[in-house]
């Protein structure tokens, strides 16, 4: 059993703003561990956290590349001690996966290797810089491959993330049954094992409602998500204004060496 009761925010083990938690049951062997449930005041400082990162003149947005790129490599060897966890959870490379789909820390250094490369042909290419803060809605389904190809290119790319595991609760229980959502946790330990620099990754995982606190939050810049943004009621909640459809971006991509950028 694994049991956690902070969240991870600011690039610290941080005290959530409730004590409601939930045990983890595994589909196959039974219950796996327990973990706190973050409310919007959690969301609120982890936002907080990477605006920090993104405005401030020495926060994660303002590094050079080539100590993003070494950051983040220093981030995958820190995920790569902990395979054998994460593949008892899903996310190592023995782990189902869709086909072709990399490893965390596969993603983790193809991006570094993206970032060599673009800051290599610099003078002739167009600069360009990142976006702003990252909300990441992560699905359901796949969710260590899914978050992971929207999390280390707007990392790569310098925009701080905050990051929203889907917790899929049933009604008037406080039993989950998920393979995979403890693995948020593991991914957490790398980061600070890692030193990641604070506010770059935050991690606030929650009922499904709480990721349409993410997505209509002012102070978040772009919205990472799989699927239609038309579709979810999640992503089209009570408040949605036709201003919010620009921040929506949809990912798509397989692999490490897609792109790096949110679009404007």
Not at 53 to 78: C, H, K, T, Y
Not at 129 to 158: D, K
Request: with cysteine.
């Amino acid at each position: 059993m694994r049991y956690y009761d902070n969240l991870y925010i600011d690039g610290v083990s941080a005290t959530p703003s409730s004590v409601q938690t939930i045990t983890i049951v595994s589909t196959d062997s039974g219950p796996i561990g327990t973990m706190p449930l973050a409310q919007s005041a959690d969301v609120d400082a982890a936002v907080d956290a990477a605006r920090r990162a993104f405005d401030g003149p020495a926060g994660w947005a303002r590094l050079a590349p080539a100590a993003r790129a070494e950051a983040l490599r220093g981030f995958a060897d820190a995920v790569d001690e902990r395979r054998a966890e994460f593949a008892r959870g899903g996310l190592g490379p023995a782990a189902p996966q869709p086909p072709g789909a990399a490893s965390p820390a596969q993603w983790l250094r193809g991006c570094a290797d993206v970032i060599d490369n673009l800051h290599a042909v610099e003078h002739v290419c167009p600069a360009r810089g990142p976006i702003g803060v990252v909300g990441v809605v992560v699905p359901w389904s796949f969710p260590q491959m899914q978050g992971f190809i929207t999390i280390c290119p707007a990392l790569a790319a310098g925009c701080p993330v905050v990051v929203k595991p889907t917790v899929v609760v049933t009604p008037y229980s406080e039993v989950v049954f998920d393979d995979f959502l403890l693995d948020h946790f593991l991914l957490a330990e790398a980061a600070v094992e890692s030193r990641l620099p604070a506010g770059a990754l935050n991690i606030v995982p929650g009922i499904p409602a709480l990721g349409a606190y993410v997505v209509t939050h002012s102070r978040i810049d772009r919205i990472a998500l799989t699927g239609h943004r038309c579709r979810s009621p999640v992503i089209r909640p009570p408040g949605w204004t036709d201003s919010l459809a620009g921040r929506i971006r949809e990912w798509t991509a397989t692999r490490p060496g897609g792109p790096l950028r949110l679009p404007a």
